[in-house]
């Protein structure tokens, strides 16, 4: 095993080789009826290649082979020698006839391929299988689609809301590093959402801020700090969680109904899937809130004092940075109680105190982050770095204790 965990045979610096993927590449002896070794990839992020083409699957291996792990990474020369043996060549007899796999330590910098002349003739399909190429493409297409929005307000607002809260959750997707499909965020920001334009919303503002004292200030009220903590934990944070955290609850019950693959590409496993889920569930309830509350009330109340044009502009400055705001926001609360749900479903026989711990800070943090917006707005500063920093700190900690560690994909992001 090749790679930059530390139980690979062959383990690589990781803070070095950072195109490295944790468990690259595997060489190992081929069946016992065919002599000889083979290089298998390991699902490697950056691809593994043998003579400087892309190596899909496994290959047998010959003397003298160059092993590259990632274009322009560690490289690598195969060297063996088979011993003659009457018998058919067992893995065990042939492990071993392998000498030596040494690093090449310098390139030779006269030779130039054609793959290196033009590069997307070898590179061309890896393309479509790595994080370089998607995102330049919907940003593309998004960029053209505001361009034919251009004066219409609704429309570009919605364009640019979608490509946002889009590339937030695509940051926190890498950060997580485990596959999940795209129409699974999909239907859980849609679930989301139609759960706040639903009958559960307004039975929510009943309790949590009709019955428990969540009631939200007044305009000109005069509050303390802390009373007005005490309602924003009801009335925001313990009642915004909840309805959040309803599209989680629904992914894991239906994941346990459902048989393989479906089960595991949809339903909540471990807290990887909860943080992903919950991410997208926060994508869902901001957008809607934002474009669907906020920016209509400032439009219309700015409307009567300088006009429609003045209006659309404050509209669009509001929208910006509260949607580049979500990753501190709503995604990092319902993201962090994802990774509860998740870890609850690894824990059962402690899932109702990690679920109350989860629920409590999650709502903590939203709390504070409303009532901070009344005192400072550095404070405000500090209350999103904060709630940033625990959803990625239980990142962090999904990964380490992930189930499928093996099968994440890698991700080092400065």
Not at 112 to 134: C, E, I, M, N, Y
């Amino acid at each position: 095993m090749i790679g930059r965990d530390p139980s690979c045979q062959i383990a690589l610096n990781p803070n070095q080789y950072l195109i490295v993927s944790r468990r690259h590449a595997t060489i190992r002896p081929c069946s016992p009826w065919k002599q000889g070794w083979e290089i298998c990839d390991l699902n490697s992020i950056n691809g593994t290649y043998v003579n400087g083409y892309p190596l899909r699957g496994c290959c047998q291996l010959h003397a003298g082979d160059r092993i590259e792990l990632g274009q322009d990474g560690p490289q690598f020369i195969f060297e063996c020698q088979f011993s003659p043996s009457p018998s058919p060549v067992s893995p065990v007899s042939s492990a071993s006839s392998l000498t030596s796999v040494s690093v090449i330590a310098h390139k030779t910098p006269d030779t130039v391929t054609f793959s290196q002349l033009f590069p997307l003739a070898s590179t061309g399909q890896d393309l479509t299988q790595k994080a370089f190429l998607r995102p330049a493409i919907l940003t593309v297409v998004f960029v053209v689609l505001m361009f034919m929005a251009v004066g219409q307000a609704m429309v570009f607002n919605l364009l640019l809301a979608t490509y946002l809260t889009g590339a937030a959750s695509y940051f926190v997707y890498q950060l997580c590093g485990k596959p999940k499909p795209w129409w699974v965020f999909l239907g859980c920001a849609i679930a989301t959402g139609l759960i706040l334009t639903s009958p559960l919303l307004p039975l929510s503002i009943i309790v949590f801020r009709d019955i428990l004292p969540g009631s939200l200030p007044e305009e000109g009220e005069l509050i303390s700090f802390t009373s007005l903590l005490i309602r924003m934990f009801f009335g925001a944070g313990l009642m915004e969680e909840l309805l959040k955290a309803l599209p989680i609850i629904g992914a894991y019950f239906l994941g346990k109904l459902l048989r393989s693959p479906w089960r595991e590409q949809i339903g909540v496993w471990e807290p990887l899937d909860g943080i992903l889920l919950g991410t997208a569930s926060g994508v869902g309830f901001t957008l809607l809130e934002t474009l669907g509350q906020y920016v209509p009330d400032i439009i219309d109340n700015v409307t009567f004092q300088a006009g429609q044009g003045s209006a659309q502009l404050m509209g669009l400055q509001l929208l910006i940075p509260r949607l580049l705001g979500s990753v501190a926001g709503h995604i990092a609360y319902s993201g962090y109680f994802g990774y509860f749900i998740g870890l609850s479903v690894l824990k059962p026989r402690k899932a109702w105190q990690i679920l109350a711990t989860g629920y409590l800070c999650a709502a903590i943090l939203h709390a504070l982050w409303n009532a901070s917006g009344f005192v400072s707005s550095l404070l405000l500063a500090v209350v999103g770095i904060l709630s940033y920093t625990c959803l990625a700190a239980a990142i962090l900690k999904a990964r380490a204790i992930s189930p499928t560690r093996s099968q994440n994909f890698a991700t080092r992001l400065f």
